[in-house]
């Protein structure tokens, strides 16, 4: 690559946004004044806040004990009438609540029978537009006054009288009076107690004997403002990044596409690579810039208008002041790799648009899809682990978390993974947005009108053998969302005991497997494809495809053990929750009646047929358009991965996803992917039911795995067992590496236009090296 070119086409991009007026007022003029004017608006807003007083009605006055008061005569006014009196809570019992709002109190004297007040309660409230009610039934007033003078009740704890607080917790009103009336009636209670104890001789700290005391040990405000912020970086910083990325991104792309500049740029000296890397660092430089000025604006202003709502006592009590100097740092640090993902992905995606209008349409998937990966962290009981720093977007946020937390040791154990995973990203990020600069029918697309009747009619005209990749996503997707939709009308229902029918179990594989992953593939490839032999590779047995057949199940048997060991990290690392445990426990005890033949049979060759099909099929053969073919593996194996639903299931199919895909792209069959996942799943049940009572049975098994096995599926292969078996998957797989794949036409035309970049870059180089002689 050469960075001369990259720095020219760099700075000329950078030239052309400096010039755009809509893009430096989205950069710097947006963030710098949307943010005070919204704090202005707060604060103009929050003139009109009132504070209506609580109606309250008290019914049976009269059954309230005379000691301690509740309710007192309020004081009158001078237009006021004796007739006209009201009554208002204590003064002393407000203060020790901790209540501050006013009350609007009628109260009737005479008692109610409890039954007419539970039958018109909720019509005299919304007549009356009452807030709340407190009733306080016949009778209450001589069991308190029997406390007091030390009688021994006699009655049940059924029969004794219980005052009521009567609310709707479907009005907002109503539902903040149960609030305040609770605290109220909890510390006159409270005072009720009190006052029982010394009526009759006892000390009130039996009631009380002990208190705990409470030391905090943050370094306020300092620690109190760090953890704030670290709860709300993570989700503005994604935010902003994606979006300040997204709008240069469209005009870099599409816009240029409009303006007819794009040609100029593309029949220059310069490789793709080499126009992604120009445009790529200008886009990020727009994202760091748009995140940095908008967090910088919003936390001033946030800071301002918190002092100004409370006063200043609500902004020191929360300590929402501007964020500490010290992790603008971990901010910027973060924005880095944040603003290159985001910058690539929003590159390749922008390239699509036929239009700016059509680009901007772009950015809502993109953003749905990242939010829940940003949602994560800031989601309580969420912290940064093992499990969580393999996760994109998710992991970076965790680690700015932990950073602005103080917490080192932890973001220095998980560095590492964090950064792998997000370069990795970035990395086929970057990849995808060369391939689209290659790929001349996406750059020059044109726009056209739709039409459903048209769109329908090209679609079946021009299907190909084999279906697209839009089409093989859609399935995927489809796939997907299928158990989701229909999965609570097949999910199996546990008999009387708990466990599961032979009967309800089948019916749920078969309605699984069958009906929810075959049967939708084989109809779509009817539909949009020319060729069901090509799209699901049944190719006639010749010498390759015998071969192949051979070795695959071999190459699943040596695999096996690292799929244990495999399968033990990551429940180490990702522990499956317990009720999952259970779950899954309760399914598979339905086999218990099963023959060995009939398991095998549907848990093992019947996964393997329907989703192969599905994935190295369909999928598959769609993905190979795209022109790369690790690209369609990686994908499949992707779809194949997820459609296993348990996350401690999905990342080791995943896995050895990659390795069925490739068998299948080697081999031009998709029999030996059946067959390779067939004694993969086989061998995996077999397991499972090696116990330390069946070793002992057959005594053959010491060769194979270890004694020391107390519970099913806690069996180990012996270390030498272990090594061969690695030596034999190494050549297996060399054997299948030899074997000349078929490419595709895509990927034949992405080979001829890597030779060449190379070559183009050769001779650049040697241009370069004779000027500098």
Not at 311 to 329: D, H, K, Q, V
Not at 697 to 723: C, D, H, I, K
Not at 753 to 767: E, M, P
């Amino acid at each position: 690559m050469n960075w001369d070119n990259v720095k020219l086409i760099l700075k000329r991009e950078l030239r052309d946004q400096a010039r755009d007026r809509r893009t430096l007022f989205s950069v710097i003029g947006l963030p710098v004044l949307l943010y005070p004017l919204m704090g202005l608006m707060v604060l103009q807003v929050m003139q009109f806040r009132t504070t209506h007083p609580t109606r309250l009605r008290v019914i049976g006055l009269n059954e309230l004990p005379g000691t301690p008061d509740l309710f007192v005569p309020s004081v009158l006014k001078e237009d006021e009438l004796p007739d006209d009196a009201t009554y208002e809570f204590s003064s002393e019992l407000l203060q020790d609540a901790g209540v501050t709002s006013r009350f609007e109190i009628e109260a009737t004297e005479a008692s109610v029978d409890p039954a007419i007040v539970e039958t018109t309660a909720k019509e005299t409230l919304e007549a009356d537009k009452l807030d709340a009610i407190i009733y306080f039934p016949p009778g209450f007033k001589e069991r308190m006054e029997s406390f007091q003078d030390n009688q021994k009740n006699k009655e049940s704890s059924a029969e004794f009288p219980s005052p009521q607080l009567i609310t709707n917790s479907s009005d907002e009103r109503s539902k903040l009076a149960d609030g305040r009336l609770r605290q109220i009636l909890h510390s006159w209670r409270e005072k009720l107690i009190q006052h029982n104890l010394e009526a009759n001789d006892v000390p009130a700290v039996i009631t009380d004997p002990f208190s705990f005391g409470t030391l905090d040990l943050s370094e306020k405000p300092l620690d109190q403002s760090s953890y704030l912020w670290a709860k709300i970086f993570p989700f503005i910083v994604v935010i902003w990044a994606l979006t300040g990325a997204f709008y240069p991104a469209i005009d870099l792309c599409a816009g240029e596409k409009e303006r007819g500049t794009l040609e100029t740029l593309l029949s220059s000296p310069a490789l793709r690579s080499e126009i992604v890397a120009g445009k790529l660092l200008a886009i990020m430089t727009f994202s760091i810039a748009t995140s940095v000025l908008n967090l910088a604006s919003m936390g001033f202003t946030a800071s301002f208008v918190m002092g100004q709502v409370g006063g200043g006592e609500m902004a020191s009590r929360i300590n929402f002041g501007p964020p500490p100097i010290w992790s603008l740092g971990w901010l910027f640090l973060a924005l880095i790799p944040m603003a290159a993902l985001f910058s690539a992905l929003a590159l390749a995606i922008a390239t699509m648009a036929r239009s700016s209008k059509e680009g901007q349409y772009y950015l809502l998937p993109l953003l749905m899809l990242n939010l829940p990966l940003v949602v994560l962290p800031v989601l309580p009981d969420t912290e940064l682990s093992f499990g969580t720093s393999l996760i994109p977007v998710s992991g970076m946020s965790f680690l700015l978390k932990a950073l602005m937390e103080g917490d080192y040791t932890k973001a220095a154990t998980y560095t590492l993974p964090v950064l792998g995973v997000t370069a990795f990203c970035i990395w086929v990020a970057i990849r995808w947005a060369i391939d689209q600069f290659n790929n001349e029918s996406v750059l020059f697309r044109e726009s056209e009108r739709f039409s459903l009747q048209a769109w329908l009619r090209k679609m079946w005209r021009d299907r190909q053998d084999t279906p697209s990749a839009a089409g093989a996503f859609v399935m995927g997707i489809a796939l997907l969302a299928l158990p989701h939709m229909v999965g609570k009308y097949v999910m199996p229902v546990p008999g009387p005991d708990g466990t599961l029918s032979v009967t309800s179990l089948v019916q749920y594989m078969l309605t699984n497997q069958i009906g929810l992953i075959l049967l939708p593939v084989l109809v779509a490839a009817f539909v949009f494809t020319r060729s069901l032999k090509k799209t699901f590779s049944l190719r006639l047995l010749d010498k390759r495809v015998y071969l192949a057949i051979l070795m695959a199940p071999v190459l699943a048997v040596c695999l096996h053990p690292y799929a244990i060991y495999l399968r033990d990290i990551i429940q180490n690392t990702i522990p499956m929750s317990q009720e999952l445990q259970d779950q899954l426990q309760d399914m598979l005890g339905g086999t218990a009646e099963l023959p060995i033949v009939g398991i095998f049979l549907l848990f093992a060759i019947l996964p393997a047929i329907c989703e192969e099909f599905a994935c190295r099929g369909f999928i598959l053969s769609g993905m190979r358009h795209l022109g790369h073919k690790w690209a369609a593996i990686s994908i499949s194996a992707i779809f194949f991965g997820l459609l296993h639903g348990i996350l401690q299931q999905s990342i080791p199919a995943t896995i050895f996803g990659l390795m069925i895909g490739f068998l299948a792209v080697q081999s031009r069959s998709l029999l030996p992917a059946i067959l390779f996942h067939a004694t993969h799943n086989s061998l995996v049940f077999a397991q499972g039911m090696i116990t330390t009572e069946t070793i002992e049975a057959n005594p053959w098994l010491n060769v194979l795995v270890s004694a020391a096995t107390e519970m099913p599926g806690e069996a180990r292969y012996q270390p030498l067992l272990v090594f061969l078996c690695g030596i034999g998957a190494v050549a297996l797989v060399g054997v299948f590496a030899r074997m000349p794949a078929e490419l595709s036409s895509e990927e034949r035309r992405q080979e001829a236009l890597k030779h060449q970049g190379v070559f183009r870059s050769a001779i650049s180089n040697r241009k370069d090296s004779g000027a500098s002689s």
